[in-house]
């Protein structure tokens, strides 16, 4: 098999209203979407390593690691990364979750033994109720998921996925674009560690983590 990682970080990062978008904001020694790189490239089961990013913002890229211009949509980034790969399996990455556990590639790569497609998952502790004309009215979190990535995906299956994929909706995610084509994907443990950076507050938690060697 070869493996490759492909980390779109080509959004704008509009909610935490930084100088910079969110995914080149500095953390701990290095920044956002260093920390995603390291992680993977620390990982013996992954070949290679591909960067989604906007235009003009090609200096962001850590040093050595090899870059693509995104699209306007999240799955436009995708696509492009995906167009530019070489390879047998990948695993599609937010830039904005910058702790990355080894053992959650792990367990990704072994489920794509047999699955099409992987996610990492955690149950919802918090409740859950509608902010709309339904306010405060509870959504039942029994059997609900909360899906991160890294999202491992045979590539021939995702490619096919995304080009089937109905351009009227906007995934938020690649695991419903591969399970609208049909695709298996099956789910492993997810991590704490892995929440997406979205509002300034999220850094002081990534920060702390970081602090206390807790990935
Ligand atoms: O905005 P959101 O946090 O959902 O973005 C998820 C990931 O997708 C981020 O890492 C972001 O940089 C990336 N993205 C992208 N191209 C876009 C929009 C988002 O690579 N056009």
């Not at 790969?85 to 556990?101: E, G, Q, S």
């Not at 047999?114 to 409740?127: H, K, N």
């Not at 999202?151 to 080009?163: G, K, L, N, S, T």
Request: aromatic share 4%; charged share 20%.
């Amino acid at each position: 098999a070869r493996t490759a990682a492909l980390i779109v970080a080509a959004g704008r990062g509009e909610r935490m209203g930084g100088a910079v978008p969110k995914q080149f904001a500095p953390l701990g020694r290095s920044t956002v979407l260093a920390h995603a790189v390291a992680a993977f490239q620390a990982h013996g089961g992954i070949d290679q390593v591909l960067v989604v990013i906007g235009a003009g913002h090609e200096a962001q890229v850590p040093a050595g690691v090899r870059a693509v211009i995104g699209g306007i949509e999240r799955r436009d980034s995708v696509r492009a990364g995906l167009a530019a790969l070489d390879c047998t399996h990948v695993l599609i990455h937010d830039a904005a979750r910058p702790l990355l556990p080894a053992p959650v590639i792990d367990r990704l790569l072994a489920a794509l033994g047999t699955a099409a497609g992987a996610v990492p998952v955690l149950p919802v502790a918090d409740t859950l109720a509608h902010g709309d004309a339904l306010l405060g009215a509870v959504v039942p979190r029994a059997g609900l998921l909360r899906v991160q990535t890294p999202q491992a995906f045979r590539y021939d299956a995702i490619v096919a996925a995304h080009e089937a994929w109905d351009d009227a909706a906007t995934p938020t995610d690649d695991a419903q674009v591969a399970r609208a084509a049909g695709y298996d994907v099956v789910t492993v443990e997810g991590d704490n560690a892995l929440e997406k950076l979205t509002y300034p507050q999220d850094f002081a938690a990534a920060e702390a983590r970081l602090a206390a060697r807790l990935v």
